[in-house]
């Protein structure tokens, strides 16, 4: 994983540069035109392949658990089976996931647990923040904050349904 890791940073640093490269005599408008295509090609390839190899956050199975303790005072007393349901985005929109308080808790726990930046989530397959104290919502802030650890934009640890 990384030489793949290197090899991204290595067609990245190229595309960068690319200006210096076109004006090598060798090369003419033609060629400097398909050596961009082509590099913007293999950079999407090598993306995709990263992201196939690597395991994601929105892969994780329902049963996996965060190795790190989050504090119980980060949540409000919510009952499991309570008939509530938080809704991502709204009801009416298309590709979001409806929460139940219980799953809105187990879903902050992993990504509270993980240490997730949640910025790049769909705003549809994101719980709200109804289930969190204002300790919880302050860690969340900070994480939103500080976090480098991106979750995808298709990120459901829980494996809901999503609303078609």
Same mark, same amino acid.
């Given at each position: 994983?990384?030489?793949?890791?290197?090899?991204?940073e290595?067609?990245?640093?190229?595309?960068? #540069?690319?200006?210096?490269?076109a004006?090598?005599?060798?090369?003419?408008p033609?060629?400097?035109?398909?050596?961009?295509t082509n590099l913007?090609?293999?950079?999407?390839?090598?993306?995709a392949l990263? &992201?196939?190899?690597?395991?994601?956050?929105?892969?994780?199975?329902?049963t996996?658990?965060?190795?790190?303790?989050?504090?119980?005072?980060?949540f409000?007393?919510?009952?499991?089976g309570? %008939?509530?349901?938080?809704?991502?985005?709204?009801?009416?929109?298309p590709?979001?996931a409806?929460?139940?308080l219980?799953? %809105?808790?187990?879903?902050?726990?992993?990504?509270?647990?993980l240490?997730?930046?949640?910025? #790049?989530?769909?705003?549809?397959?994101?719980?709200g923040?109804?289930?969190?104290?204002?300790?919880?919502?302050?860690?969340?802030v900070?994480l939103?904050?500080?976090?480098?650890?991106?979750?995808?934009?298709?990120?459901?640890?829980l494996?809901?349904?999503?609303? &078609?």
């Amino acid at each position: 994983m990384a030489d793949l890791a290197t090899l991204i940073e290595n067609v990245v640093s190229i595309k960068k #540069h690319i200006d210096v490269y076109a004006a090598l005599p060798r090369l003419n408008p033609k060629q400097t035109a398909a050596l961009r295509t082509n590099l913007g090609q293999l950079g999407q390839n090598l993306a995709a392949l990263a &992201a196939y190899v690597a395991p994601s956050p929105s892969r994780a199975a329902a049963t996996d658990e965060p190795e790190a303790d989050v504090p119980a005072e980060w949540f409000i007393d919510v009952e499991d089976g309570s %008939a509530i349901s938080i809704v991502g985005g709204s009801p009416n929109n298309p590709n979001g996931a409806t929460f139940t308080l219980g799953d %809105a808790v187990r879903w902050w726990t992993y990504v509270f647990g993980l240490g997730l930046n949640i910025s #790049h989530v769909r705003p549809t397959l994101l719980p709200g923040s109804r289930v969190l104290s204002p300790e919880g919502y302050a860690a969340a802030v900070a994480l939103a904050a500080g976090s480098a650890n991106f979750a995808p934009e298709d990120f459901n640890p829980l494996g809901l349904e999503v609303i &078609a």
